[in-house]
């Protein structure tokens, strides 16, 4: 007789017990979004569409001046008649920075995701006509990209710009009409807060009045933290104090 689930693998609690934050930082420029994660443990990895870099490394290394930290930056404007070979020449380059920071760094920062997102797009052609609707291929090409970093032991963290939102709105002329609400949304491929752990808001300008508040958060102590906000200001190392508030039973040289 065949052995009951022969074909099968059983699940045990060692194959998904991975201390490691996977997970979106969305908020207003000066949100200490890059600041965060610049917290992690090193070697840190930046792949970064931003050049936003300035004031915020710099400060990071005068106070941990042994932290190691990589970049490398991409030059990405579109607006040229070659743009779609030029985002799928700059996308195969990205994919395997993307790998190798996810394999050789503890912590790998993607600054912007929302530009991530463009260049995909673009790099399948998706340049923006209204009467594109094949998005299947860039939508596959992208989740194998973020469940390869799913299979590391490295902390991941998407930086997410923010967009106005649009709606039925009264407009200056008392009609009724599409157009922006006033509320703002974080910006990006809409399937990246089921593909990542936890989504944190930024709210503010420096450390003295910056929050974030918790959505969803998949970990031992996500129960006891979503919904809640968090003055950054409080914590001393707000990546490394995070960490441990989403796995209550790690040690905190885990996140230095």
């Not at 994660?37 to 936003?52: A, C, E, R, T, V």
């Not at 003055?231 to 490394?240: N, Q, V």
Request: charge should be negative; proline fraction near 5%; hydrophobic fraction near 35%.
């Amino acid at each position: 007789m065949a052995k009951p689930f022969a074909d099968y693998q059983r699940v045990k609690v060692e194959d998904y017990d991975k201390h490691r934050l996977f997970g979106i930082s969305a908020g207003e420029p000066g949100s200490w979004k890059t600041s965060f994660w610049l917290d992690g443990p090193s070697p840190i990895g930046i792949l970064s569409f931003d050049k936003g870099l300035e004031g915020v490394v710099d400060r990071i290394l005068r106070a941990e001046p042994d932290k190691e930290i990589y970049v490398k930056e991409y030059d990405w404007c579109p607006g040229g008649e070659d743009d779609v070979e030029k985002a799928q020449e700059m996308l195969e380059e990205y994919k395997t920075d993307f790998a190798y920071f996810v394999r050789n760094c503890r912590t790998t920062l993607v600054d912007k995701e929302n530009d991530l997102w463009l260049l995909m797009r673009f790099a399948f052609g998706l340049t923006g006509d209204n009467d594109q609707k094949d998005y299947d291929s860039a939508n596959v090409a992208y989740r194998r990209l973020i469940n390869m970093a799913k299979g590391s032991n490295c902390n991941v963290g998407f930086i997410r710009g923010m967009k106005d939102t649009w709606g039925e709105v009264t407009k200056w002329n008392g009609k009724k009409g599409r157009g922006p609400t006033g509320e703002r949304e974080g910006s990006g491929h809409k399937e990246l807060v089921g593909l990542t752990h936890f989504n944190l808001a930024h709210q503010g300008v420096g450390p003295e009045d910056v929050t974030i508040t918790v959505g969803k958060v998949r970990g031992p102590g996500g129960y006891a933290i979503a919904g809640q906000t968090f003055a950054i200001g409080d914590w001393e190392h707000p990546f490394r104090e995070f960490a441990q508030l989403v796995f209550p039973d790690s040690e905190p040289e885990e996140w230095i």
